[in-house]
């Protein structure tokens, strides 16, 4: 079989063997014992890459580049020779641009192929295979005035990423704006928000100049009933989220059950900018993940400006299953706007989003494919719960801890149990690639895009889940980078509210009325809250330091009841309700701590008037958060290191 494919004379034209090509299985090992007999390939190697191959229902082609078996280059180029045809290398020899048709964009990346130049004739396809797909296509474009060269998927993404350039990136910062403007946070403050601000503000004056006091009262009672409902729907966020069955528990018998020929190919997408030095973390979590490693395809998406940490990439010497995708420089600077650049380079079935310093469980992905598949059609995400690996190295990431413990654990599994929209976290959202595609992903202009997205979904009927599977990450302790990260997440909430205001009927109409209460005051509330709190703090303050009650006057009741409950049940039952998240994932250590979480407030309030200054000032402003900071972060970061070196 080898000889007789390797006896073809490569054709000038780019024309197949007048013989019947090999195909399939035959295909496979032809090029295989190729690679053998050229010294790319161990006999080993490949016995335990046929072996894999046959349990994963992948060809064994997909199997020798992801195990790292052999480089890529080297298996086309040997395809090269079993099929007869010349091998070409985009990056020396790109395609005549007059040959390449914007219309076929998505199949260009879908199905690995490019048009490469006219010989003879007849327009030359390079590929990366010739499947009945890919004849299919070319005769539907060309008739028979067509033949192939073979070329590798790096030379495809290579071209696609130079040849659309300006158009992928003018898609992955406008899609949305252009689909659905008032979705987009493009501007963040319509003209009719506007106009409606500043008659408050105006009408808010004159009353307070004709009639101080009454308005006080009023501004004093507002604020006491928005506490009071805040506090009210995050105790029934907690209790409903506490039940068993508020979240998508997906058993061990059922992953254990997964066969992996029937898994499909799923996407990782790792948005980094200047974070060269985690970067073998990240091949070290992804390389424990219980999956074919043949059907994660992982995109590595870093700025084209970022060579640090596209040469560190390239140094790791990664398997041929990770990609680099570089993304155009350009207005706003932000992590979905990468991030809707590579979805269009994007293959897999389903997506997720993953940080380098993430330690996803390995059954992560598993868990997510049989939510999917037992799911109603209509589950466009399911959301990994997030926790932090470095929880007791300050007071800080104790906090920290103590905050996702029952932001994940609780809060999301109730927002979930009580079908209303999810504000997604930042990492282990898993996506049905087609879904997100039909929403036009994320918005690049909103800083908190994740929290977007989710009402987004839910405006457009799709329903997001939370599974029983935790991604463990870098607890920020530092607290300049705190204060940052923190005002981008509160200034992203507001823009959120906003947009998403911008027609509050046709909101009310698309989330429901339960759902719409649980937009206010779980996405709005919270923002406003961190604004209000210094006030009323110093109001509170006041009182106690005078003992007397010269303030009194401003609660009235049922108001001054209320504020009480607030001040003293509300508070102790929030301190409680992080305690209780820490005896759930049994932190014991966190349990003491939890009390000094009212002084972790401040910390927000601060944070929340930073936000409001950029909101106004800068709104699409990134404020990256510096990764790579922890002690463990470092401890981790050279245990992976001393296994890639012994792995070398």
Same mark, same amino acid.
């Given at each position: 079989m080898l000889k007789t494919a390797l006896a073809i004379d490569d054709p000038a034209d780019g024309s197949l063997p007048a013989d019947e090509p090999l195909t399939g299985d035959a295909l496979q090992l032809a090029v295989a014992e190729l690679l053998v007999q050229r010294g790319n390939l161990s006999l080993v190697d490949l016995a335990n890459a046929t072996r894999a191959s046959a349990e994963w229902g992948h060809e064994l082609a997909h199997v /020798? +580049?992801? %195990?790292?078996?052999?480089?890529?280059?080297?298996?086309? %180029?040997?395809?090269?020779?079993?099929?007869?045809?010349? =091998?070409?290398?985009?990056?020396?020899?790109?395609?005549?641009?007059?040959?390449?048709?914007?219309?076929?964009?998505?199949?260009?990346?879908?199905?690995?192929?490019?048009?490469?130049?006219?010989?003879?004739?007849?327009?030359?396809?390079?590929?990366?295979?010739?499947s009945e797909d890919v004849r299919r296509w070319a005769e539907d474009r060309y008739g028979r005035s067509h033949g192939f060269a073979i070329t590798s998927p790096y030379d495809i993404l290579w071209q696609t990423q130079a040849m659309f350039r300006e158009r992928d990136s003018h898609m992955a910062r406008e899609g949305l704006y252009e689909w659905k403007p008032e979705h987009s946070a493009k501007y963040t403050i319509t003209d009719p928000q506007k106009t409606t601000i500043y008659l408050g503000l105006a009408v808010l004056v004159l009353a307070l100049g004709f009639a101080p006091i009454p308005t006080l009262v009023v501004l004093m009672?507002?604020?006491?009933?928005?506490?009071?409902?805040?506090?009210? =729907?995050?105790?029934?966020?907690? *209790?409903?989220?506490?039940?068993?069955?508020?979240?998508?528990? +997906?058993?061990d018998e059922a992953v254990a059950s997964l066969v992996d020929r029937d /898994?499909?190919?799923?996407?990782?997408?790792?948005?980094?900018?200047?974070e060269a030095r985690v970067l073998p973390l990240l091949a070290k979590a992804l390389k424990g993940l219980d999956y074919p490693a043949s059907k994660v395809e992982v995109k590595l998406v870093l700025e084209?400006?970022?060579?640090?940490?596209?040469?560190?990439?390239?140094?790791?010497?990664?398997?041929?299953? =990770?990609? +680099?995708?570089r993304v155009p420089a350009s207005q706003p600077k932000t992590k979905p706007k990468a991030c809707n650049y590579a979805l269009q380079f994007c293959r897999g079935e389903f997506l997720t989003i993953y940080d380098a310093e993430d330690q996803p469980?390995?059954?992560?992905?598993?868990?997510?494919?049989?939510?999917?598949?037992?799911?109603?059609?209509?589950? &466009?995400?399911?959301?990994?719960? /997030?926790?932090? =690996? !470095?929880?007791?190295?300050?007071?800080?990431?104790?906090?920290?801890?103590?905050?996702?413990?029952q932001w994940f654990d609780f809060m999301l599994p109730g927002l979930d149990r009580l079908k209303v929209p999810i504000p997604l976290g930042g990492t282990s959202n898993h996506f049905k690639l087609a879904a997100l595609r039909r929403v036009n992903g994320w918005d690049p202009y909103n800083v908190t895009e994740d929290a977007d997205l989710g009402v987004r979904l839910a405006q457009e009927g799709y329903t997001v889940g939370v599974i029983n599977s935790t991604t463990y990450e870098e607890a920020n302790g530092v607290l300049p980078s705190w204060i940052k990260q923190r005002s981008r997440w509160i200034k992203g909430y507001m823009q959120t509210w906003l947009v998403h205001m911008r027609h509050p009927m046709q909101?009310?109409?698309?989330?429901?009325?339960?759902?719409?209460?649980?937009?206010?005051?779980?996405?709005? &509330?919270? &923002?406003?809250?961190? /604004?209000? !709190?210094?006030?009323? *703090?110093?109001?509170?303050?006041?009182?106690?330091?005078? %003992?007397?009650?010269?303030?009194?006057?401003?609660?009235?009741?049922?108001f001054g009841t209320m504020a009480v409950f607030n001040l003293v049940v509300g508070n102790l039952f929030l301190i409680y309700f992080g305690i209780v998240a820490a005896l759930k994932r049994r932190y014991f250590d966190l349990v003491l701590v939890g009390a000094t979480l009212p002084f972790y407030w401040v910390l927000h309030s601060i944070a929340g008037?930073?936000?409001?200054? %950029?909101?106004?000032?800068?709104?699409?402003? *990134?404020?990256?958060?510096?990764?790579?900071?922890?002690?463990?972060?470092q401890a981790n970061l050279a245990a992976a290191k001393a296994d890639m070196e012994d792995a070398a």
């Amino acid at each position: 079989m080898l000889k007789t494919a390797l006896a073809i004379d490569d054709p000038a034209d780019g024309s197949l063997p007048a013989d019947e090509p090999l195909t399939g299985d035959a295909l496979q090992l032809a090029v295989a014992e190729l690679l053998v007999q050229r010294g790319n390939l161990s006999l080993v190697d490949l016995a335990n890459a046929t072996r894999a191959s046959a349990e994963w229902g992948h060809e064994l082609a997909h199997v /020798l +580049i992801a %195990q790292g078996y052999v480089r890529r280059m080297q298996y086309y %180029q040997a395809l090269a020779a079993v099929y007869g045809l010349p =091998f070409v290398n985009l990056r020396e020899e790109p395609s005549d641009p007059l040959l390449v048709d914007p219309d076929d964009r998505t199949d260009y990346t879908a199905k690995n192929l490019t048009p490469w130049r006219v010989e003879g004739g007849k327009v030359i396809i390079a590929v990366t295979n010739i499947s009945e797909d890919v004849r299919r296509w070319a005769e539907d474009r060309y008739g028979r005035s067509h033949g192939f060269a073979i070329t590798s998927p790096y030379d495809i993404l290579w071209q696609t990423q130079a040849m659309f350039r300006e158009r992928d990136s003018h898609m992955a910062r406008e899609g949305l704006y252009e689909w659905k403007p008032e979705h987009s946070a493009k501007y963040t403050i319509t003209d009719p928000q506007k106009t409606t601000i500043y008659l408050g503000l105006a009408v808010l004056v004159l009353a307070l100049g004709f009639a101080p006091i009454p308005t006080l009262v009023v501004l004093m009672g507002a604020a006491t009933a928005l506490y009071t409902l805040t506090f009210a =729907f995050k105790f029934l966020l907690t *209790w409903v989220g506490s039940s068993r069955s508020a979240d998508m528990v +997906i058993s061990d018998e059922a992953v254990a059950s997964l066969v992996d020929r029937d /898994l499909p190919v799923y996407t990782v997408l790792v948005p980094m900018y200047r974070e060269a030095r985690v970067l073998p973390l990240l091949a070290k979590a992804l390389k424990g993940l219980d999956y074919p490693a043949s059907k994660v395809e992982v995109k590595l998406v870093l700025e084209e400006d970022d060579a640090e940490t596209i040469d560190a990439a390239k140094a790791l010497n990664l398997p041929g299953n =990770f990609e +680099i995708i570089r993304v155009p420089a350009s207005q706003p600077k932000t992590k979905p706007k990468a991030c809707n650049y590579a979805l269009q380079f994007c293959r897999g079935e389903f997506l997720t989003i993953y940080d380098a310093e993430d330690q996803p469980e390995p059954d992560q992905l598993k868990k997510a494919v049989l939510a999917f598949r037992t799911a109603e059609p209509n589950l &466009a995400c399911v959301q990994g719960r /997030l926790n932090y =690996f !470095n929880r007791g190295e300050n007071w800080l990431t104790k906090m920290f801890t103590l905050e996702y413990s029952q932001w994940f654990d609780f809060m999301l599994p109730g927002l979930d149990r009580l079908k209303v929209p999810i504000p997604l976290g930042g990492t282990s959202n898993h996506f049905k690639l087609a879904a997100l595609r039909r929403v036009n992903g994320w918005d690049p202009y909103n800083v908190t895009e994740d929290a977007d997205l989710g009402v987004r979904l839910a405006q457009e009927g799709y329903t997001v889940g939370v599974i029983n599977s935790t991604t463990y990450e870098e607890a920020n302790g530092v607290l300049p980078s705190w204060i940052k990260q923190r005002s981008r997440w509160i200034k992203g909430y507001m823009q959120t509210w906003l947009v998403h205001m911008r027609h509050p009927m046709q909101l009310y109409k698309s989330i429901g009325p339960v759902g719409f209460f649980a937009f206010h005051f779980f996405i709005g &509330a919270p &923002a406003f809250t961190v /604004l209000l !709190n210094p006030i009323l *703090w110093a109001i509170t303050l006041m009182v106690f330091v005078t %003992q007397t009650q010269p303030f009194g006057w401003l609660f009235p009741e049922p108001f001054g009841t209320m504020a009480v409950f607030n001040l003293v049940v509300g508070n102790l039952f929030l301190i409680y309700f992080g305690i209780v998240a820490a005896l759930k994932r049994r932190y014991f250590d966190l349990v003491l701590v939890g009390a000094t979480l009212p002084f972790y407030w401040v910390l927000h309030s601060i944070a929340g008037y930073k936000a409001l200054k %950029q909101l106004i000032s800068n709104p699409h402003y *990134w404020e990256k958060t510096e990764h790579g900071t922890s002690a463990m972060t470092q401890a981790n970061l050279a245990a992976a290191k001393a296994d890639m070196e012994d792995a070398a």
